[in-house]
């Protein structure tokens, strides 16, 4: 996830927090009602933050593989499998590019 786009969405969740708490201060609004949509509130921001976390952690494997086929086609013998696998690292590397430019 960009993050900018996460801050973006922690922002708006923290405004609604606060904009329920001036709410429950001004009218008395108290109880399980408002409790619950704080744990709401921050149920959402910690999955924001695991899938933020979650997305790196699979472009950082991603490109870890890309390497590891990289090191192995200067070994591999077969000009065969030697081309198979240049082209996967291609597509490969394309398909990163293409993510991490959706990402920005």
């Known amino acids: 996830m960009h993050s900018g786009s996460m801050e973006q969405i922690l922002s708006i969740l923290q405004r609604i927090k606060q904009a329920l708490g001036d709410l429950n201060r001004e009218y008395g609004f108290a109880g399980k009602y408002f409790a619950e949509m704080y744990k709401e509130i921050d149920r959402l921001?910690?999955?924001i933050q695991k899938l933020d976390i979650f997305c790196k952690l699979n472009i950082?494997?991603?490109?870890?593989?890309?390497?590891?086929?990289?090191?192995?086609?200067?070994?591999?013998?077969?000009?065969?499998?030697k081309?198979?696998?240049t082209n996967l690292i291609s597509d490969l590397e394309k398909e990163l590019s293409e993510k991490l430019k959706n990402l920005n």
Do not use: C, M, P, R
């Open 60 to 81: 950082e494997s991603l490109e870890k593989l890309i390497d590891l086929l990289k090191e192995h086609v200067e070994s591999e013998a077969d000009q065969v499998i």
């Open 45 to 47: 921001t910690g999955n």
């Open 83 to 85: 081309n198979d696998l």
